[in-house]
């Protein structure tokens, strides 16, 4: 893409976390941001702080599994500030559990924040990229999608699905002039753990370490806007999500895979 100045930018979940550490990428390229989140009181500091590094930022408070919220916030960025260059789908919620224990109700919910607001925000915005032939689509699945854990089934499933619909995506709509890029992260220290609490004390525990064995939301962020800058297809972020997809391609490894989350499981009863 080149010179990234005065690209209008649209950034869910920009109040913390990865969505945050991208939108400080962008503003200092000369991006004009708008910034979504749910938190509005962590989107207005967000805001405050991306103003001061010298942003034009215009901040949104947006349910992303909100439909009717997400089409009106698009309607008033296309009518009111103009053409969208550049979409960011980075909200998202976890849930770790196994399969048993998880609810339909949760299922739905996860759907709807991690896949359907992707998806809404992508139905919102396409139409216009398409007649102007014309934008870059940026979808943010996980790692899990390769490491399908115990306790991690409806997260990997679900992001799994997005990683699937925005790399077909890409091919897609190509013929219009849009690129679509599918960004897998690994465990990144962010505010996104803090709610998982674990059903077992090697789980509970392994989410009180996340600082000292993930990667920092700044580096994901930066790594993001680079994938951007460079219009890649894919960017897995982590060679150890190249490790976990590769794994997949090969019986010998794909079974020690297996077994991995055998012992897991083991190790729960």
């Known amino acids: 893409m080149g010179d990234m100045k005065g690209k209008r930018v649209l950034i869910t979940g920009a109040a913390s976390g990865i969505g945050l550490c991208a939108a400080e990428e962008f503003v ?11 938190d509005g009181e962590g989107l207005d500091r967000a805001v405050d702080r991306l103003r001061s590094a010298g942003g034009v930022v215009h901040g949104r408070v947006v349910d992303v599994s909100d439909r009717a919220a997400v089409e009106e916030m698009a309607r008033w960025v296309l009518e009111e500030l103009g053409d969208l ?17 998880t609810s339909l109700e949760t299922w739905e919910r996860l759907m709807a924040v991690n896949f359907w607001g992707p998806l809404y925000h992508v139905y919102a915005f396409l139409p216009r990229m ?16 390769f490491f399908r854990l115990p306790t991690w089934g409806a997260y990997a499933t679900i992001k799994l699905a997005l990683g699937a619909f925005s790399e077909m ?9 849009i690129k679509v890029t599918t960004v897998y992260p690994f465990m990144v220290d962010t505010p ?5 609490e674990g059903e077992t004390l090697g789980a509970r525990l392994s989410m009180r370490l996340v600082p000292y064995y993930s990667m920092s939301p700044k580096r994901v962020g930066r790594i993001l806007f680079k994938a951007v800058k460079k219009q890649k297809a894919v960017e897995m ?7 976990g997809y590769y794994a997949r391609l090969l019986p010998p490894a ?16």
């Open 28 to 38: 200092k390229a000369g991006c004009e941001l708008v910034a979504t989140d749910i």
């Open 85 to 101: 260059d550049i979409l960011i789908n980075n909200a998202g919620i976890g849930h770790s559990a196994e399969l048993a224990d």
């Open 130 to 145: 398409i007649e102007r032939r014309s934008g870059h689509i940026v979808n943010v699945s996980s790692g899990q999608a």
């Open 169 to 177: 995506l890409r091919f897609e709509v190509r013929k219009y002039g």
């Open 192 to 196: 996104f753990y803090r709610g998982i």
């Open 237 to 243: 972020v982590s060679v150890l999500n190249d490790v």
């Open 254 to 269: 794909a079974n020690l895979v297996s077994t991995i989350g055998n012992l897991v499981l083991a190790r729960r009863e």
